[in-house]
């Protein structure tokens, strides 16, 4: 049994979700905080540096790109300056030369006139403050989820990232291996935040929104005959076939480019065996792969939905998951469950 407290953070791209789980203490009575992601606050001060016409320096580690990257391109395109070291840089593309040809300049050192910004998905130093001024002790062990597509500077970072999905349902797709201590070494994401957060467990984002969604007593209840679980996040959309202790199938796509019509067409058909990968991907997605045992005569139809997007399913087939009453940490909840099981804590979270 482990002594102190777990802070369980899940990286998106809206929003960072953080809880804190105490043994003992009621779930619901936990520390929970839900805040700007940190590509949006790096983002927010780009922005503000804009407006003052200054030039930045980026330093620090690769993170989150979207509303980051989205900045650093309108300061470009403002005619300002832009210095990163490569570590930094690696954030908007694998490819530095590609980074370059936009006008970043890279340099290890910052130049005198530039305001320096640091980049990272974990702000260690910020949570200690923040829980520091409600005399909240700072957290021992830490869980942390983020969404990593994989350093693949040859290709498709979509097809290396969903090649990764398949790989994890051909080697059993089992609920215990979706959280690790050591992830492959080309998820550079994951390794940055183990930099800063040593023996930390890391997860994916969508992976965690699926294990926390399966605390709901909604879903608890057809674990064993099987679920479709649907995580709406700000960016991706994550489905999975879900009987037992393993996941039977994996969808994702873009949140941005479906509707619900478009949503809850392809999730149909996924949960009957007829999506193909192909489909999907030619449709901007991630991809769709089933476990090379799947049989299309399981039944994947009672389907929960968890996410900030879920209004994409209102009015659809499916309940919506709130575990322990609060679907924003659903991320979280996961991260917890994970890292409890590994350490072989003899409590489930769910009997919390």
């Known amino acids: 049994m482990f002594k102190g407290s777990l802070l369980a953070v899940d990286v998106g791209g809206g929003t960072q979700d953080i809880f804190i789980w105490e043994p003992g203490q009621t779930v619901e009575n936990g520390v929970k905080l839900v805040l700007p992601a940190p590509t949006q606050v790096l983002a927010r001060r780009i922005k503000r540096l804009t407006a003052q016409g200054q030039p930045i320096f980026l330093q620090g580690r690769v993170m989150g790109g979207g509303a980051v990257t989205q900045?650093?391109?309108h300061h470009l395109g403002q005619g300002l300056p832009v210095y990163a070291t490569a570590q930094a840089a690696f954030t908007f593309s694998d490819r530095l030369e590609a980074v370059?040809?936009?006008?970043?300049?890279?340099?290890?050192?910052p130049p005198p006139e530039a305001v320096t910004l640091t980049l990272g998905d974990v702000g260690v130093e910020d949570w200690r403050q923040v829980l520091a001024a409600f005399e909240v002790p700072f957290p021992s062990h830490f869980a942390v989820a983020v969404q990593d597509h994989g350093f693949h500077p040859q290709g498709s970072n979509r097809r290396f990232r969903f090649q990764g999905w398949e790989s994890f349902l051909e080697q059993g797709g089992k609920l215990t291996d979706l959280a690790s201590?050591?992830?492959?070494?080309?998820?550079?994401?994951?390794?940055a935040v183990a930099e800063v957060l040593p023996e930390v467990l890391l997860m994916d984002t969508c992976a965690a929104g699926v294990r926390g969604a399966?605390?709901?007593?909604?879903?608890?209840?057809?674990?064993?005959?099987?679920?479709?679980?649907?995580?709406?996040?700000?960016?991706h959309t994550f489905a999975a076939l879900v009987r037992g202790d393993r996941l039977w199938g994996i969808y994702?796509?873009?949140?941005?480019?479906?509707?619900?019509?478009k949503l809850w067409a392809q999730v149909g058909r996924f949960q009957q065996g007829r999506l193909t990968n192909t489909e999907v991907f030619d449709d901007q997605g991630h991809g769709c792969a089933y476990a090379p045992d799947f049989s299309a005569k399981d039944s994947f139809a009672f389907t929960v939905i968890t996410g900030p997007r879920r209004r994409l399913a209102a009015g659809l087939p499916g309940v919506l998951a709130a575990p322990f009453g609060d679907m924003m940490l659903s991320g979280c909840f996961g991260l917890v469950a994970a890292f409890l099981e590994l350490e072989n804590y003899p409590v489930n979270l769910a009997d919390y």
């Open 71 to 73: 900045a650093v391109r």
């Open 100 to 109: 370059q040809a936009w006008g970043v300049i890279l340099t290890e050192a």
């Open 181 to 191: 201590r050591q992830p492959p070494s080309h998820f550079t994401r994951m390794a």
């Open 214 to 235: 399966l605390l709901d007593p909604q879903a608890r209840v057809h674990l064993e005959s099987g679920l479709t679980v649907i995580n709406l996040g700000n960016a």
């Open 252 to 261: 994702e796509h873009h949140t941005g480019l479906l509707s619900p019509e």
